[in-house]
């Protein structure tokens, strides 16, 4: 199957009360999908599905946590039934983060974010899989990100468990040879203007913002929608995402660089109290898509400053190679 007709098929959307989830659905119910909704905020979601009605398209609430595998199972088993014994599209999109020393947050913290980013989208494609080879063909859509990529200093276990999806992912592709028509694609999205830093845990002592530029998450969205109907292995939101990838690769040291600007720049906000934000619960903060952090105008001198740190980082590499092959 090179693609899927979207229209009134199946698709599963996790992390859909927020953020890149809830834009994802409005993007899926524009091409006329049988959505259904999963999260753990149940108000949150059916807010949701009768937006996804209003749009035209027909959508089912199944409050769910990713980090109980009962609770994935029983997603799965709704979804199919909603979809007359079909699952076309999985998008496993729910996260959670904790911002702080490594040290200084909880270990159960740690675990919870682990739980949340790396099991629960293990336990997205443990479900749904059996469904994909049983008709043959199927999509499933991880929203991993940048920092699966380069790691993210002060977030370790967000780090470890973006890491571990490649790993996860690409071993799926090797066990799935045999079905050409099941199709795994990551998605590595930039930073995102959504509620995501608002809600997450905090333990710096001070409070957080997104580090420029923050893209709009609808540009996630499409980026979904495309992959359906145009399957392919990886997709990059964002320029900012392929420069600092790129930068990664090239220099060393990246991450100690890294984890100096991150550390200066996590002590210039106010004094706030640690908290868990939505780790253990859903978040108590508006359910929306938008963080509204784009309005801050550092965003609109990122393109001369992109712009400039790749060239920065092509003149490094080659000097680099200089070096090497004067030696």
Sequence with gaps: MASVQLNDALVVI???????????????????????????????LATAVEECERIGARALAVPTDVTRNESMQHLAEQAAAFGDG??????????????????DTPLNAHEQVVQTDLLGYL??????????KAQTSGILINTLSLGSWVAQPY???????????????????????????????????????????????????????????????????????????????????????????????????????SGL????????????????????QPATGERRIDGGWRSNPADSRMPALLTGTAAVLLVGWGLMRLRNGSR
């Design 155 to 257: 977030a370790a276990a967000y780090s470890a468990a973006k890491y571990g999806l490649r790993g996860l992912t690409e071993a799926l592709r090797g066990e799935l040879v045999r079905w050409p028509h099941i199709h795994i694609c990551d998605l590595y999205p930039a930073v995102m203007d959504t509620p995501g830093f608002r809600d997450g845990a905090n333990f710096t002592g001070h409070q957080l913002s997104p580090p420029p530029p923050r893209y709009d998450p609808r540009q996630v969205a499409e980026a979904m929608v495309e992959l359906a109907l145009d399957p392919r292995p990886s997709r990059t939101v964002g320029l900012a995402a392929t420069l600092l990838r790129l930068g990664h690769f090239l220099l060393p040291g990246f991450a100690q660089l």
């Design 261 to 280: 600007v991150v550390g200066s720049a996590l002590k210039r906000g106010p004094r706030t109290p640690h908290s868990t934000g939505n780790l253990f």
């Design 86 to 103: 079909r699952i076309d599209v999985w998008v496993n999109n729910a996260g959670v983060g904790a911002v702080g020393s490594f040290e």
């Design 123 to 132: 336990r997205g494609a443990h479900v749904v899989l059996p469904y994909f």
């Design 14 to 44: 996790t992390g859909a009360s927020s953020g890149i989830g809830r834009c994802a659905a409005h993007a899926f119910a524009r091409h006329g999908a049988r959505l259904v909704l999963a999260a753990r905020d149940e108000a949150a």
